[in-house]
């Protein structure tokens, strides 16, 4: 029987979809081993393979919890684990990624195990703060800090060399040895177990320096009947600690006394001071994104306290289960790589492996007769199948992924994933968030505005009184727009002696008494001040907000605002009301209504240097573009405009909707439409934007409407809307009529807006992610990059992100560039298109050259020759691994190109060129191998065939035509244009094909040089009197398979241009 999950906020990235309780079956442990046994592990290891053959085979589902052993748990991402069932305090439970989670008899679902805040009234939580004890919350919450696992050296030898192809390794070392071939298998053995190593020293190093970023290491003070110091990392859920200034946080909190001045730039990368109050009412329901202003997150540095009163907090959330943890929580389990190269891949290699069987197949005819010992044929056959399928790619694949890091890493751009290199390789639609990504973060004031000349005033009152900042050290600091604000009216502020500031210019002067921070849901700001006679509310915020607020509203305000919008500018609206003694204690809800609009302020938030050209380039290379920000429409427009998202002079219409009045409003230009909500008439209204040809807006509000219909053919989800299924169309009840609505065609018809858009405004944090995954479900490969907290969610959820913030919020983000220079996203995209390439030019060469030395033995048994030991050593090690490495090390091509490698290994575009080498090659072999013929020179060789001559005429020819095909390959396959360098411009890999040449023709012209002949173990009188013929022979098939592999390039090239499905 399986159980929902009842997902919590600190599950972040990871949610769970379903847990089912299974049963381990001892019985079939038994049945496992015997069979394992018999078939010399290899059923052992297809059970490691394979979770749903290990999870079907040791384990069956319980109808009864307490009668299972183990639980099988979902994601909703598709993954499937079974993780070990735990008991404490009599309690079941299992733990999933660092998070414990246990049955609720109450909702009879899974969660995870947390101190309970969300949505529970303020003073339950305080009430029940210790009803559990000490000991009991360290075991439920553990300790308060963030210890980052590493696996064991052991563990680590044994995942990565227990793979497939490392089983494949062991069996082609046992064929080798079986041959009587020594050196070649052992230096196999120790190339794997030195590229294991280094990686496990690779990863030690990345998750110590991980580790090092997670320590918060100090002394905290708790608050209870005395106040005591106790270590960091004994907070528990439920504690009060005092708030000290220069003190970093280790937990999530929340203040119940005093007020702050704090630092987040660990969580938003931005470097400004941010006021927190304490908890206004602690008879309302808790939610952390709600009043986010009186909650502290881990990483946070305290700046300043209030000096006047004790502050102190309650302790929420700790470890992994913090925002913060989260964030690592991200790093450390990041979402699967695609495997479609990797199945294509398999797919061409089961065939190459089928075409190369039938071969031996056939020349068993001519064998046979031979009389070959039978061990000897069959040695060999599985030989051919080691040779078919290289257990060293995986290797040189890494090499390739992780070149690209260390490239980046050069440049200033840190990776933290090295999968993520090859989808970078596949992206076809980039996102962007607009402030501090295509903006600078900074802001220049532009102007004061008002309705009336004799506002004016007021307007500067306004601005002068509504803020929060700080001195500190001295220094004027906080947000740096109200910094831009002050600076502007040219204000003096004072903070001696007073419980905030006081503010004055000439004989005018203010003091703040109270101070409302800005609240996303008000979206506005407000402040009490007194001239020592009256007390004013002053307010700033949304234009429309402020609007919305005021006793008399001015549309000819938000004219002016649509204009200046229009023009990119951001606009905060102001206003006031005047306030009587008895209403100084009124609840900001109150008091923020039955405003005076003033008028607006206006900024500017200009583009960065680079924006318009790194968008511009991204453009040419066919990328679609798209911006996604929490700005007003018209800002982000006119940001889309400037910086080539979208064309300057194209016209724009805005999709927003109306909740209150629950109305569609169409702007189009100055014209305006509302549309009552009806959902087949508004599947009309959507469908006639899409056909028309101008650019699209979209609001959140708009996505937010739309959303809840794909919800509602959602099954995987929660609706309170009935749903019954009639055929293709659902059909929705409502309180006075039924509506049948077509479900398909709305989503199709969502999705098609969807990809049009390019302009998405006023988006929540978890609108950004919702666009992504939309995207991601039409089969759009995704790059999001943004500069804030708001963006990790989105950023988790594209196949890469970016990140300027070198915060902790970066660590959402694969890459994260110390430059804030838009062109980390081109540098990022073109290594991503490089690897690929690099990756399939692996493959390519290894099958090739597999393939040749399979044809070249494969003619050599007609006259029981093989190649030596050291000559094994050679083609299989001392020319291909150098040169492998160096083609894994091809840097990127300077500009971006407009196409993306083609992985698929098994499209003919791919086969053709792996085919041609091998064609020319053998082609080349058997013309040589038919001169050889004429001469006579052959060993007699008794029969029955028991061993192979390690020497001879046509020994000697198979292998000096290796050296120079091999060499000759690692050309053809290298494509240069549109993804990587030049040839000549990667030196190693020239300087070692050079002398892979050299060495090659020289051994051919010169076999009379008998020390060098007994190196290579070739005669030195093999060619006597011909050859040049035979040099010629391998020089000529070599240049016609370079020629035809150019000429396949260019008319059926490995690339495809980007195309966006719809």
Not at 110 to 121: A, C, L, N, V
Not at 206 to 235: P, Y
Not at 691 to 716: C, H, R, W, Y
Request: charged letters at 20%; glycine letters at 4%; a neutral charge.
């Amino acid at each position: 029987m399986s159980y929902r999950v009842n997902n919590a906020e600190i599950e972040g990235q990871h949610p769970l979809l379903k847990v089912t309780p299974v049963r381990f079956l001892r019985i079939r442990l038994v049945l496992t081993i015997i069979i394992s046994i018999m078939t010399g592990c290899m059923f052992a290891l297809a059970l490691r393979w394979s979770k749903k053959l290990y999870n079907w085979f040791l384990f069956t589902p319980c109808n009864v919890e307490e009668t299972g052993t183990h639980y099988r748990v979902d994601t909703q991402n598709g993954q499937q684990f079974t993780l070990e069932k735990q008991q404490m305090n009599g309690i079941y439970y299992f733990t999933f990624r660092l998070l414990k989670y246990a049955f609720d008899p109450k909702t009879q679902c899974y969660q995870p195990i947390e101190f309970e805040t969300d949505g529970k009234i303020i003073k339950d939580i305080i009430g029940n703060r210790n009803v559990l004890t000490q000991n009991l919350k360290i075991q439920y919450y553990g300790k308060c800090q963030l210890q980052i696992p590493i696996q064991p050296l052991a563990e680590f030898l044994f995942e990565h060399l227990t793979g497939p192809f490392n089983i494949l390794q062991y069996f082609a070392v046992a064929v080798w040895f079986a041959q009587n071939s020594i050196t070649f298998p052992i230096l196999i053995l120790a190339f794997t177990a030195i590229a294991v190593v280094v990686n496990y020293i690779l990863y030690r190093r990345s998750r110590s320096l991980l580790q090092k970023l997670a320590n918060i290491h100090q002394d905290v003070t708790l608050k209870s009947d005395t106040l005591r110091t106790v270590n960091g990392s004994e907070l528990l859920p439920g504690d009060y600690i005092i708030l000290k200034e220069g003190q970093q946080l280790n937990c999530d909190c929340a203040i119940l006394q005093g007020d702050v001045m704090v630092n987040e730039a660990t969580l938003t990368g931005e470097n400004v001071p941010i006021p927190k109050t304490s908890l206004p009412d602690h008879s309302v329901k808790f939610n952390f994104e709600q009043l986010n202003q009186h909650c502290l997150f881990e990483g946070t540095s305290i700046v300043k306290v209030n000096s006047t009163t004790e502050n102190y907090a309650i302790v929420l959330r700790t470890g992994f289960s913090s925002l913060r943890g989260q964030y690592f929580r991200n790093v450390l389990f990041p979402a699967p790589p695609s495997q479609r190269f990797y199945v294509q891949a398999a797919k061409f290699i089961l065939s190459f492996a089928t075409i190369i069987a039938i071969v031996y197949g056939f020349m068993l005819i001519k064998y046979i007769p031979m009389e070959f010992k039978t061990s000897l044929l069959v040695l060999r056959f599985l030989d051919n199948i080691v040779w078919s399928i290289p257990p060293s790619m995986p290797i040189f694949f890494n090499i390739c992924k992780t070149a690209s890091l260390v490239r980046l890493g050069s440049i200033g751009i840190n990776g933290s994933n090295a999968d993520k290199i090859e989808s970078a390789g596949r992206i076809d639609t980039c996102c962007f968030d607009k402030t501090g990504t295509l903006t600078t973060l900074g802001l220049k004031a532009i102007q004061v505005w008002t309705h009336d000349q004799q506002l004016e005033s007021i307007a500067n009152y306004i601005l002068a009184c509504c803020h929060h900042l700080l001195l500190i050290n001295g220094e004027l600091q906080g947000d740096p727009l109200e910094i831009e604000m002050l600076n502007f009216i040219g204000w003096k502020i004072n903070f001696e002696g007073k419980a905030f500031f006081s503010v004055k210019k000439d004989q005018q002067e203010f003091e703040i008494i109270k101070i409302f921070d800005f609240s996303s849901a008000r979206q506005m700001m407000s402040v009490i001040a007194t001239d020592g006679s009256n007390f004013y509310l002053f307010s700033k915020g949304s234009p429309e907000m402020i609007n919305q607020q005021s006793q008399d509203k001015k549309q000819v305000v938000l004219d002016e605002v649509k204009k200046y919008a229009s023009n990119g500018f951001r606009v905060l609206g102001l206003g006031y009301r005047k306030l009587n003694n008895n209403q100084l204690d009124l609840q900001r809800e109150e008091l923020e209504t039955q405003l005076n609009i003033v008028g607006m302020f206006v900024l500017e938030n200009p583009l960065k240097d680079d924006t318009p050209q790194v968008i511009q380039t991204l453009r040419n290379s066919g990328l679609d573009i798209k911006v996604i920000s929490g700005d007003s429409p018209l800002t982000t427009i006119y940001c889309a405009k400037i910086s080539g998202i979208i064309d300057f002079n194209s016209e724009v219409i805005i999709l927003d909707y109306n909740q209150s009045k629950k109305q569609i409003v169409i702007f189009d230009n100055e014209d305006q439409a509302i549309y009552d909500e009806n959902i087949v008439e508004n599947q009309n209204i959507i469908e006639q934007v899409i056909q028309n040809p101008k650019m699209t807006a979209v609001t959140g509000k708009f996505l937010e409407f739309i959303s809840k219909f794909l919800t509602v053919i959602d099954p995987n989800r929660d609706t309170t809307i009935t749903m019954t299924q009639n055929n293709s169309s659902n059909q929705i009840f409502t309180e006075n009529n039924a509506i049948e609505f077509d479900d398909t065609k709305m989503k199709e018809i969502t999705m098609k807006l969807i990809s049009k858009t390019r302009v998405f405004a006023r988006q929540k944090p978890e609108q950004k992610k919702q666009i992504v995954a939309l995207l991601q479900e039409m089969g759009r490969q995704v790059m999001m990059t943004g500069d804030g907290a708001n963006d990790c969610s989105a950023i988790a959820q594209a196949q890469v992100g970016i990140s300027f913030s070198e915060s902790d919020a970066s660590y959402t983000a694969p890459f994260s560039s110390k430059s804030t220079s838009l062109k980390c996203c081109i540098q990022v995209l073109a290594q991503g298109k490089a690897a690929i390439m690099t990756i399939i030019e692996v493959f390519q060469y290894q099958l090739s050259v597999n393939g040749i030395k399979f044809a070249a033995v494969t003619i050599m048994f007609l006259e029981v020759q093989n190649f030596s030991e050291f000559q094994t050593v050679y083609v299989g090690f001392i020319s291909n691994i150098p040169l492998l490495i160096f083609l894994c090390i091809s840097s990127p091509a300077t500009e971006l190109a407009e196409y993306i490698p083609l992985d698929d290994q098994f499209s003919y575009q791919n086969q053709i060129q792996i085919y041609t080498n091998i064609f020319f090659a053998v082609l080349g072999l058997c013309i040589n191998y038919g001169i050889l013929i004429t001469t006579d020179r052959f060993f007699e060789y008794s029969k029955p065939i028991e061993k192979f001559q390690r020497e001879g005429y046509l020994n000697s020819l198979m292998f000096l035509s290796l050296m120079y095909y091999f060499m000759s390959f690692g050309v053809s396959i290298y494509v240069s244009n549109p993804f990587k360098v030049k040839y000549y411009k990667n030196i190693l890999l020239t300087l070692w094909t050079t002398l892979g040449f050299v060495v090659a023709i020289v051994s051919f012209i010169f076999p009379q040089r008998a020390s060098w002949c007994d190196v290579i173990d070739i005669r030195e009188d093999t060619f006597k009197g011909f050859n040049w013929v035979i040099l010629t022979v391998v020089i000529v098939t070599s240049f016609f398979g370079f020629f035809v592999q150019a000429l396949f390039q260019r008319y059926i090239p490995s690339m495809y241009k980007i195309t966006h499905k719809k």
